[in-house]
């Protein structure tokens, strides 16, 4: 302990030097204080200057190489923050949650879809070591600095707008060409519900000339609440919005705007373009043609059999397939499947999107829509019935005089339409191709 002893007293009062040595000590404790208060920060500040900037690195999953990009990007008012990017998986600028760093160590999570992804590791010799677990992978991942990350080439504006009562938020990616560019709204799966989650396929279209304008879905950030209770008339309601705010800016052609949907995006953008004359093309991708009662059904019976179909097919792990039957039969099955696990109640069937739509049929919407289409599936989407909706769609574009529509089924593709590696040229180079690109 230290003694902190009263100044000499001179010729003062014995009360005056207890006041003196009191406020002495009160000062000498606020210095220090403001010491080590300064010192906490400085030493925050330097470790977050060591990690800005980019990391890369490549993680072994399921047999794959799979490259990680990683940028740190200090806060000199708050936490460290960061966002990752996996180009073999259309990740681009995803925002990492609990992002913190106390030499050596470094941790942070990736919110992904049903699951929470956590990186664990240390930073020795100026590279960062750790382990990626979480959706039942655990592999290692080395990450090493490049320098900084490069600046796109393109303007990101951040934007509101509302559909009635709904306030929606979102971020505009903008071309850097002067004159008024053609556009695009992407539209949320039922997973996706973040503008973060297309922000790849965003960047793909502004750096072509097509501004993209990707948003949180009704009920996330903006406006929270329980995403389940709307339905897809809904969420067209708010893709239309997003294409009103994009017609009233001097930087967009009002003629030239488009909707771009996946999974239940791609129910959602037919229902949004009939109803509008200011939409100018449908890109759907991995869109059902069929009902939500149907999805159900198929989705069901091509998960369930999907793991004996591959073993019978490639070979495998006989006891744990084993394994998977037994528990199968024991009921856990439903956890495979889209039943629900009790009765819904008269409320929820009245509110839940699920029930809601069970019988809105997509063939109703698209048999209205005479602007150019682009419909894309994967060939082995265990999701959406392809070989049914193609028919369905197909047909009803027919009955609606279409003459401008494209569908294309990618072999041995999935439902988020990989592997696939024209997928992308497909989509972009059709879009280019019917709107102008100001230059």
Request: net charge neutral; charged share 20%.
């Given at each position: 302990m230290i003694d902190f002893a009263p100044p000499r007293q001179l010729k003062r009062s014995a009360a005056f030097a207890q006041l003196a040595s009191a406020e002495m000590f009160k000062g000498i404790v606020l210095i220090t204080e403001i010491f080590l208060l300064c010192g906490c920060s400085a030493s925050s500040r330097t470790a977050q200057e060591t990690l800005t900037g980019r990391w890369e690195g490549v993680a072994q999953i399921s047999g794959t190489k799979t490259k990680a990009i990683v940028d740190f990007i200090p806060d000199a008012n708050g936490p460290l923050k960061a966002t990752i990017s996996v180009p073999d998986e259309r990740l681009l600028g995803k925002?990492?949650?609990?992002?913190?760093?106390?030499?050596?160590?470094?941790?942070?999570?990736?919110?992904?879809?049903?699951?929470?992804?956590?990186?664990?590791?240390?930073?020795?010799?100026?590279?960062?070591?750790?382990?990626?677990?979480?959706?039942?992978?655990?592999?290692?991942?080395?990450?090493?600095?490049?320098?900084?990350?490069?600046?796109?080439?393109?303007?990101?504006?951040?934007v509101s707008f509302r559909n009635g009562d709904v306030a929606l938020a979102g971020t505009l990616l903008i071309p850097p060409t002067r004159g008024r560019h053609p556009a695009v709204v992407?539209?949320?799966?039922?997973?996706?519900?973040?503008?973060?989650?297309?922000?790849?396929?965003?960047?793909?279209?502004?750096?072509?000339?097509?501004?993209?304008?990707?948003?949180?879905?009704?009920?996330?950030?903006?406006?929270?609440?329980?995403?389940?209770?709307?339905?897809?008339?809904?969420?067209?309601?708010?893709?239309?919005?997003?294409?009103?705010?994009?017609?009233?800016?001097?930087?967009i052609n009002p003629a030239q705007i488009g909707l771009w949907g996946h999974s239940e995006g791609g129910w959602v953008t037919p229902i949004a373009a009939a109803r509008s004359q200011d939409v100018a093309f449908v890109i759907s991708f991995s869109g059902p043609g069929v009902t939500y009662a149907e999805v159900n059904k198929y989705a069901d019976a091509t998960r369930l059999r999907a793991r004996v179909d591959d073993y019978v097919r490639r070979g495998g792990d006989t006891e744990e397939l084993q394994s998977f039957l037994n528990e199968t039969w024991r009921k856990p099955w439903a956890s495979q499947t889209t039943l629900p696990k009790r009765v819904p109640t008269t409320e929820e069937i009245h509110t839940w999107l699920r029930w809601r739509d069970l019988d809105l049929d997509p063939a109703d919407y698209w048999k209205q829509i005479k602007v150019p289409v682009l419909v894309m599936f994967g060939e082995l989407d265990d999701v959406v019935p392809v070989h049914i909706s193609v028919e369905r769609i197909e047909a009803a574009l027919k009955r609606a005089g279409n003459r401008d529509v494209t569908i294309k089924v990618f072999p041995k593709a999935n439902h988020t339409i990989q592997p696939a590696p024209d997928f992308l040229d497909v989509m972009i180079e059709w879009t280019v191709k019917r709107v102008s690109i100001t230059n």
């Open positions: 925002t990492l949650t609990n992002v913190r760093y106390e030499p050596p160590h470094l941790h942070f999570e990736l919110q992904a879809s049903e699951r929470t992804i956590v990186f664990d590791g240390s930073l020795r010799d100026g590279v960062i070591y750790g382990t990626i677990s979480g959706g039942g992978i655990s592999t290692p991942l080395s990450l090493r600095h490049i320098g900084n990350a490069p600046p796109t080439p393109y303007a990101q504006e951040e992407l539209i949320h799966g039922s997973s996706t519900p973040s503008r973060n989650d297309f922000r790849f396929y965003a960047d793909l279209f502004a750096r072509r000339g097509i501004a993209a304008l990707i948003y949180d879905k009704r009920n996330l950030g903006a406006d929270p609440g329980r995403p389940s209770q709307v339905e897809l008339r809904d969420l067209a309601g708010d893709a239309l919005a997003a294409v009103a705010l994009l017609k009233s800016r001097a930087d």
